[in-house]
């Protein structure tokens, strides 16, 4: 298995506080991304990194931002929570694939974050 | 843009039956194609991939072929088993994506009964 771990595993918070989630690898993979899993939506993708100090946004990025200091570790903050950021947030990486560009993403164990 | 469709769940059967999942996507060029399993409580894992046309992806005794003329990767098992239970993603990787970004499925839930 990738060595990817996520924290905190859950989390309850209340509406209008900041809320970081960490994503933490130890393969020393170039890619990163934060997903998030809602019913009925599959996975969507909030923010990437393609090294350090280097990101960008993704489909549902509003309200989101990350950090990115350190090959391992990619930081997902939510400045101030609301109830629709209520999901299940996944972190993935993804090594070099044959042509230089990112191979096959493997995912982390999930965040399930709830905001009331 | 890029997009899949993937077959509306969830999806029942007994063990031993024949399972299909339906994935058909839009992409311009030529995508690679994944499908990835989510047991309960758990990450997405990797299951199969193809890359080009006419490929073959499988693992498990699942398969799926790439077909670049129906724009398909239907998943395929012969014989489910309980332990199959779980949220299957389809999901595709455009050919010029530099960055790796993935489009998924909404997924399908899988029970298998005994």
């Known amino acids: 298995d990738a060595g990817i771990t996520q924290s905190p595993r859950h989390k309850v918070t209340e509406t209008g506080t900041p809320v970081t989630l960490r994503c933490h690898q130890t393969e020393n993979h170039r890619y990163m991304y934060w997903y998030r899993q809602d019913p009925g939506h599959g996975l969507r993708l909030i923010h990437y990194s393609y090294g350090v100090k280097d990101t960008d946004k993704g489909e549902v990025s509003d309200g989101y931002s990350v950090s990115r200091s350190k090959t391992e570790d990619f930081l997902l903050t939510l400045e101030s929570a609301t109830s629709s950021q209520t999901s299940v947030y996944f972190c993935?990486?993804?090594?070099?694939?044959?042509?230089?560009?990112?191979?096959?993403?493997?995912f982390g164990p999930g965040t399930r974050l709830t905001v009331t | 843009g890029d997009s899949v469709t993937q077959m509306e769940g969830p999806v029942t059967l007994s063990e031993e039956a024949f399972l299909t999942i339906n994935c058909t996507y839009t992409?311009?060029?030529?995508?690679?194609l994944f499908w990835y399993v989510q047991y309960p409580g758990e990450g997405l894992q990797l299951l199969l991939k193809?890359?080009?046309?006419?490929d073959k992806g499988s693992n498990k005794g699942f398969e799926a072929t790439y077909r670049k003329e129906t724009t398909s990767f239907h998943l395929e098992k012969g014989s489910v088993q309980v332990s199959d239970s779980a949220v299957y993603f389809c999901?595709?990787?455009?050919?010029?994506?530099?960055?790796?970004?993935?489009?998924f499925g909404r997924g399908t839930q899988l029970t298998v009964w005994p």
């Open positions: 193809a890359t080009k046309a006419d």
């Open positions: 992409a311009t060029g030529y995508p690679s």
């Open positions: 999901a595709l990787r455009g050919r010029g994506s530099t960055l790796g970004r993935l489009y």
């Open positions: 993935a990486i993804s090594e070099n694939g044959l042509a230089g560009g990112p191979g096959e993403q493997y």
